[in-house]
């Protein structure tokens, strides 16, 4: 099975399909027994985590859901032997006697249910620990998205600064503005190449980063324009300038929509990602509830078998004393097996002398 796993790498991919490894542990446990189903199953275990799972030629697992699959499949494994092994135990139990039969089926019914809520809580294990995994996920989006606006914010605000600085030099001629403008489109760049890493897993964002950097950058050259016009010509020149028209605030406008838009886009991702969260919140209570309370219901139900057994011996060994105790007559109970007698009434003291 395995290297029939292994020969279907360029098909499957890196997907562990973890199911035909059940193959080999049903048939151990169907034919063998309990050991042979356990010893396949644990073979199973390191083959699959050493040949199926990355990184390969290793014993760790760092998929948290391949690792999730993994443990699910040893508790099946560990299940079909267990069942297995109860089967075969029925089987030899079917020539039994017809008392010996009845409570080797109370005891079948009662591992039957410790057995079934051992799964029932071994799966709530299982899906809590993807749970988490999948809570840990959303939460680092989260705040990936939280970074991603941060990084716009940022962004817009120094270029808020630099729009600033510039209109107090154009207006005083104050090389003062003229430092403090210089100083805030200098980040620019840096900024940018922040906000290009925070989205670089998200093929829209990281196409609308080259965009938003050029309209920065024209905005940003316009106003190196008006900045030297009104060193070299004066207020005056760029008052007349402006009466022909005011381009600078047309790509300010621009770089505002694209601000807005990557903004836009990645509150809709936040949206979902905190639905997935909670989402990822109410299956995991969803399931460790109804998985808990399947498992006290079917151990209520071993418990029961249980004391219905024992009270039924109770009530069968008060009787069988109590025939013993008063009967007159000489009753033994004998073992062919060793010859030897288990049980006497008191009447054999009466009737033949000794005890």
Same mark, same amino acid.
Do not use: C
């Given at each position: 099975?395995?290297?029939?796993?292994?020969?279907?790498?360029?098909?499957?991919?890196?997907?562990?399909?973890?199911i035909?490894?059940?193959?080999?542990?049903?048939?151990?446990?169907?034919?063998?027994?309990?050991?042979?189903?356990?010893f396949?199953?644990?073979?199973?275990?390191?083959?699959?985590?050493?040949?199926?799972?990355?990184?390969?030629?290793?014993?760790?697992?760092?998929?948290?859901?391949?690792?999730?699959?993994?443990?699910?499949?040893?508790?099946?494994?560990?299940?079909?032997?267990?069942?297995?092994?109860?089967?075969?135990?029925w089987r030899?139990?079917?020539?039994?006697?017809?008392?010996?039969?009845?409570?080797?089926?109370?005891?079948?019914?009662?591992?039957?249910?410790?057995?079934?809520?051992?799964?029932?809580?071994?799966?709530?294990?299982?899906?809590?620990?993807?749970?988490?995994?999948?809570?840990?996920?959303?939460?680092?989006?989260?705040?990936?998205?939280?970074? =991603?606006?941060? #990084?716009?914010?940022? &962004?817009?605000a120094?270029?808020?600064?630099?729009? %600033?600085?510039? *209109?107090? !030099?154009l207006?005083?001629?104050n090389?003062?503005?003229?430092?403090?403008?210089?100083?805030?489109?200098?980040?620019?760049?840096?900024?940018?190449?922040?906000?290009?890493?925070?989205?670089?897993?998200?093929?829209?964002?990281?196409?609308?980063?080259?965009?938003?950097?050029?309209?920065i950058?024209?905005?940003?050259?316009?106003?190196?324009?008006v900045?030297?016009?009104?060193?070299?010509?004066?207020?005056?020149?760029?008052?007349?300038?402006?009466?022909?028209?005011?381009?600078?605030?047309?790509?300010?406008t621009?770089v505002g929509?694209?601000?807005e838009?990557?903004?836009?886009?990645?509150?809709?991702?936040?949206?979902?990602?905190?639905?997935q969260?909670?989402?990822?919140?109410?299956?995991?209570?969803?399931?460790? =509830?109804?998985? #808990?309370?399947?498992a &006290?219901?079917?151990?209520?139900?071993?418990?029961? %078998?249980?004391? *219905?057994? !024992?009270?039924?011996?109770?009530?069968?060994?008060?009787?069988?004393?109590?025939?013993?105790?008063?009967?007159?007559?000489?009753?033994?109970?004998?073992?062919?097996?060793d010859?030897?007698?288990?049980?006497?009434?008191?009447?054999?003291?009466?009737?033949?002398?000794?005890?």
């Amino acid at each position: 099975v395995l290297l029939a796993r292994i020969g279907r790498d360029p098909w499957v991919e890196d997907r562990p399909l973890f199911i035909i490894f059940l193959i080999p542990i049903v048939m151990s446990a169907y034919l063998g027994g309990i050991w042979p189903g356990l010893f396949a199953t644990a073979l199973v275990a390191i083959s699959t985590d050493w040949f199926v799972l990355p990184p390969y030629g290793s014993l760790r697992i760092e998929n948290p859901l391949y690792l999730a699959q993994w443990l699910f499949m040893i508790l099946e494994g560990t299940l079909i032997s267990v069942l297995f092994a109860e089967l075969e135990r029925w089987r030899r139990g079917a020539r039994d006697e017809p008392t010996q039969r009845k409570h080797a089926a109370t005891e079948r019914k009662v591992r039957a249910g410790f057995a079934a809520a051992l799964a029932f809580l071994g799966t709530i294990g299982i899906v809590s620990y993807l749970s988490v995994v999948r809570l840990d996920a959303n939460v680092r989006l989260v705040a990936h998205s939280h970074r =991603v606006m941060a #990084s716009i914010d940022a &962004l817009s605000a120094t270029m808020m600064e630099a729009a %600033a600085a510039a *209109r107090g !030099f154009l207006i005083s001629g104050n090389e003062r503005y003229a430092a403090d403008y210089t100083r805030a489109t200098g980040r620019l760049d840096g900024l940018l190449l922040e906000l290009a890493d925070a989205v670089r897993a998200d093929p829209e964002q990281a196409a609308q980063v080259p965009v938003f950097g050029d309209a920065i950058r024209a905005r940003v050259a316009r106003s190196d324009e008006v900045i030297q016009l009104r060193r070299s010509a004066g207020l005056q020149a760029v008052q007349e300038s402006a009466s022909r028209g005011y381009p600078g605030i047309a790509l300010q406008t621009r770089v505002g929509e694209i601000a807005e838009s990557m903004k836009t886009h990645e509150m809709a991702l936040l949206r979902q990602r905190e639905a997935q969260t909670r989402r990822s919140s109410g299956i995991t209570r969803a399931v460790i =509830v109804g998985g #808990s309370t399947l498992a &006290l219901i079917v151990l209520g139900l071993a418990l029961f %078998a249980i004391r *219905r057994d !024992f009270a039924g011996r109770e009530r069968a060994e008060g009787e069988l004393t109590r025939f013993f105790d008063l009967s007159l007559d000489v009753f033994v109970i004998a073992s062919g097996a060793d010859g030897k007698f288990k049980r006497a009434s008191a009447a054999v003291t009466d009737v033949l002398g000794y005890t």
